[in-house]
Structure formats: C-alpha cells, structure tokens
C-alpha cells in the first residue's frame, strides 16, 4: 500500500530539492542522510484520502513550484510551515483522533467506489484499521505539529 510521509524539518533546509535529503528503504521506510528520522510519521494513501477533505482547510506551500496552496499535494511535496496552519493541522488531526476513539476495532471505513473486473456493478471499498496503530500514528503526526509550532520548525509531507 502506498503511504504519505511526514517529517520534521528546519524552515531554512525546506526547497524545491529537499527531496533529495530523504530516501526510502525496500520496506518503505523514510530515511535522512542515511539515517532515520527522529519525528517521523505515514499514513496510507487509503486513509488520507478519507480525510481528505479536512487537510484541504490547511494552508500550505508547494516547494516544488514555489507556490501556495491548501492542503496536501497527494503526488508530490507540501510543506505546512505557518505557526497558524500547523495549530490548524495539529487540532484537525486531534479532532480524528478523538473521533476515532469511539470506534470499534476494527476501525472499518468507507472508501473509494470500486468497479471489479468486467461487471458494471461497483461498490463502495472496505478500509479496516487496527484501532490501537492507527490512533498512535496520528498521535504522533499531532504532536509533530505541535512540537514543529512551539520550535520554529516545519512540516514536510511526502506524498505517493
């Protein structure tokens, strides 16, 4: 499954080429300068695009184009560096977290509408979540934002 990527950086190290700074591994780890980094969360694209439509409150800047925009570039670089939209992402990602829980574990979502194969007859995709991990991992994007806030830094999100 393809994942989106998340990593504290400086606001001063942020450029078009800061993807050169970070590689991946056969298991699909993400790794700096050959080490991994210390603030470090992903999420599968599956997920992302469920919550899609709340990141796009966010304001945030494209390195690559050197231009603003909202939300997360799902196929390429966003950066979210302002001390107002990484308190947005921080309460938004809490506001998930929150709501996820009082699910069930499983935490089965709905997702994208599916064809299968020659039947015209779709459905709507199943997305199921160990309740525990998936929590923890936006626990830890969230106080990512928090801590990028408080220490001047930024977030940088690697998208599929």
């Known amino acids: 499954m393809s994942k989106h990527h998340f990593v504290i950086e400086n606001k001063s190290r942020v450029n078009g080429n800061i993807h050169t ?4 591994d056969s298991h699909g780890n993400i790794h700096k300068s050959g080490l991994k980094p210390e603030f470090y969360a992903a999420l599968e694209d599956e997920f992302i695009a469920y919550i899609y439509d709340s990141l796009r409150w966010l304001d945030t ?3 690559s184009t050197c231009m603003r925009c909202s939300g997360l570039n799902n196929c390429g670089i966003t950066v979210i560096e302002e001390q107002d939209a990484l308190l947005k992402f ?3 990602i809490q506001a998930w977290i929150d709501l996820f829980c009082h699910a069930t574990d499983p935490i089965v979502l709905t997702g994208s509408y599916c064809f299968d194969g020659e039947e ?14 998936l929590i923890h991992e936006l626990t830890t994007l969230a106080n990512m934002a928090k801590y990028a806030e408080i220490n001047g830094k930024c977030i940088v999100h690697f998208g599929v």
């Open 21 to 24: 700074s970070y590689s991946w």
């Open 61 to 63: 800047w494209n390195p």
């Open 90 to 92: 921080h309460k938004l």
């Open 120 to 133: 015209q007859e779709g459905y709507y995709e199943k997305l199921a979540y160990n309740k525990v991990e």
